[in-house]
């Protein structure tokens, strides 16, 4: 598997997670995803404990409309859902409930989710400030 990410570079990942990586493309209301998932086996089967998306669409053109996007992909109310302001390198990013996402310029976007009781806020932080170009 290639360091890349569809033209992005993860620069961090904290320690502890599992190791199973695997990277995959999707879809969804005309959103393409590609998608780095760090999962580890439990009892159960496989747990996820950190993806990043990077996203790619027309539509997504500002933050606001990335965040809508957002609220709908993963079934939040999107009235209610008040993620906080991120810096990420200068540019305006949103982080909470174990999720910090940006729009990286019109039509790209980053998306880091983390297991919030493996990553805590200041390590899914650290991990969305490394994402970068390659």
């Known amino acids: 598997m290639s360091d890349e990410l569809d033209g992005f570079v ?3 990942v904290p320690a502890g997670l599992g190791t199973e990586v695997s990277d ?3 879809e969804w209301d005309d959103v393409r995803f590609h998608t ?5 086996q439990v009892e159960e089967g496989y747990w996820v404990d950190l993806r990043v998306h990077v996203l790619r669409a027309a539509r997504l053109t500002t933050l606001d409309e ?3 996007f957002l609220a709908g992909y993963h079934e939040r109310d999107a009235e209610t859902w008040a993620p ?3 810096d990420v390198g200068g540019t305006r990013g949103l ?3 174990g999720e910090a996402f940006w729009l990286v310029e019109p039509g790209v976007a980053i998306d880091v989710l983390a297991d919030p009781e493996r990553v805590p806020e200041a390590e899914l932080r650290a991990v969305a400030v490394a994402v970068r170009p390659a």
Do not use: C
């Not at 780095?36 to 580890?40: I, K, N, Q, T, Y």
């Open 66 to 68: 990335l965040r809508d």
């Open 24 to 26: 995959f493309a999707s």
């Open 95 to 97: 982080i909470g409930e």
């Open 36 to 40: 780095r998932v760090w999962e580890r």
């Open 10 to 12: 993860v620069g961090y």
């Open 84 to 86: 906080a302001d991120l």
